[in-house]
């Protein structure tokens, strides 16, 4: 079955406490993109990548990372994770001929 | 900013059919016009997308203006499990033109099928 698969699904954390949150995809997809969804403001891209060791900002890159050292994983990192990145995440990547983005179920990230 | 606008939101009976419009008057006439969805906190899934000429598929049925300024999403027979919040976005093109992609959702359309 095509997926986006990301974990954790869910986590509760503290301030300046590194967390990577893991996104894998299985159609072969060279373009992937992060996500973060907060009440009223609708989807934020983060960070997006063309292919492998590509990678680019979206309209909310601070307090992010993110690498591509092989197609099917994109992980986000946050280095020092602040209350304000309290969020939904979510991971896409995108069906290069119809241009059509698979979602990831989404990340629950609290940062106490 | 979103290259959409579309409104906040609407109200359908059930097995009548939902029209969602959405504008995007800045589109350029390479970017396509696409649509998704999302039920309660799931990740968006993709419903239609369309160039220029009208699309259907099992989903729905887009329909794009002459001028592409405009378009709207049709639910043929909404039921309640379409009640979603819907996105129109475009694809924007980057500085690079081998650099595709930068995509922007606005907030969307929360639609509501009420019994």
């Known amino acids: 079955e095509a997926q986006v698969t990301q974990n954790p699904r869910y986590l509760i954390t503290v301030t300046g406490k590194k967390l990577t949150v893991t996104c894998s995809q299985n159609?072969?997809?060279?373009?992937m993109s992060w996500y973060r969804q907060d009440p009223g403001l609708g989807l934020r891209q983060i960070y997006y990548?063309?292919?492998?060791?590509?990678?680019d900002k979206g309209d909310v890159p601070e307090g992010y990372k993110v690498s591509r050292k092989e197609k099917r994983n994109f992980p986000l990192i946050l280095e020092s994770p602040s209350p304000n990145q309290t969020s939904l995440y979510f991971c896409?990547?995108?069906?290069?001929?119809?241009?059509?983005?698979?979602f990831g179920e989404g990340s629950r990230l609290t940062v106490l | 900013d979103a290259k959409t606008t579309q409104p906040p939101s609407m109200d359908c009976a059930e097995g009548r059919a939902a029209n969602l419009p959405c504008n995007h008057s800045?589109?350029?006439?390479?970017?396509?016009v696409y649509w998704y969805r999302q039920i309660h906190s799931q990740g968006p899934q993709y419903i239609i997308h369309?160039?220029?000429n009208n699309e259907t598929n099992e989903m729905a049925s887009l329909i794009i203006t002459e001028d592409r300024k405009s378009s709207t999403l049709i639910l043929p027979h909404a039921t309640l499990r379409d009640t979603a919040v819907y996105y129109c976005?475009?694809?924007?093109?980057?500085?690079?033109?081998?650099?595709?992609?930068?995509?922007?959702f606005g907030p969307g359309t929360s639609l509501s099928v009420i019994p």
């Open positions: 896409a990547s995108r069906n290069r001929n119809t241009g059509e983005l698979f």
């Open positions: 159609m072969n997809h060279e373009y």
């Open positions: 990548s063309m292919n492998v060791e590509v990678t």
């Open positions: 800045t589109i350029s006439g390479n970017e396509y």
């Open positions: 369309g160039l220029k």
């Open positions: 976005i475009v694809r924007v093109r980057t500085q690079e033109e081998t650099s595709y992609d930068k995509v922007i």
